[in-house]
């Protein structure tokens, strides 16, 4: 089957599925919930399909996503027990992050000879990541008060827990924070903020060294 066609299998299957949920959820014609979780499954099978041919590891997650909703929407009591994957994704991402953020900038910092580039492109990432922060922050406000998410939830008694009181800290503590004590014992914390100093700080000495000595570390 051609690959145009195994999309366009998808989104008729997506259309009767979204018809008959339309008509369902509006009480505007009967339909059974057999015909809806059969309707559902239709679109997963000719996603899996689509994901075959397609190839793609964006595909596949979205499809994953898709799969992960429908399987807690039909069988609640599987998902629940399907828990352990998703921990076990988790911790295999969290895994990764540390040697991730290490290797992507030591390379970016010491595969520069230039350092004085380097400062150039570290305020211009630092100008635009506060930029786009903004940005994100305002349309966060903006859709929480047009959507009112969370108004009139009443949590029910015993369910507020109380915050853990952290005690203030002076500005000497803030900075002795930045910087690792440990490295392994940072990155075993998740300390984010303290593997980027170590890594930058790293990257500029290894950038010092002499081509011929830095070249293989790289």
């Known amino acids: 089957m051609k690959f145009k066609y195994i999309g366009s299998l998808v989104l008729i299957f997506i259309s009767l599925a979204a018809v008959l949920a339309f ?55 599987v ?44 305020w211009k990432s630092i100008l635009y990541f506060e930029v786009v922060t903004t940005l994100a922050l305002f349309i966060g406000l903006l859709a929480i008060n047009i959507s009112q998410a969370g108004a009139g939830i009443t949590l029910p008694p015993g369910h507020h827990e109380e915050l853990q009181q952290i005690p203030p800290q002076t500005a000497s503590d803030i900075i002795l924070h930045i910087f690792p004590e440990n490295i392994a014992k940072s990155i075993a914390e998740g300390q984010i903020l303290q593997i980027v100093i170590f890594s930058i700080i790293f990257g500029i000495a290894l950038a010092m060294v002499r081509e011929d000595k830095r070249a293989p570390m790289l």
Do not use: C
């Not at 009967?30 to 099978?45: E, F, I």
């Not at 540390?98 to 400062?119: C, E, M, N, R, W």
């Open 79 to 122: 998902g629940v027990n399907l828990q352990v994957l998703s921990k076990v994704f988790l911790k295999m991402i969290k895994t990764i992050v540390a040697p991730l953020l290490f290797g992507t900038l030591v390379y970016g910092i010491a595969g520069h000879s230039d350092l004085k580039q380097v400062g150039r492109m570290g």
């Open 23 to 77: 008509l369902s959820y509006y009480n505007i014609l009967p339909v059974d919930s057999v015909v809806l979780q059969a309707s559902r499954w239709l679109v997963l099978l000719s996603l899996f399909i689509y994901g075959f041919k397609k190839q793609s590891l964006t595909t596949w997650i979205l499809i994953s996503m898709f799969v992960g909703a429908e399987i807690g929407h039909d069988y609640p009591a």
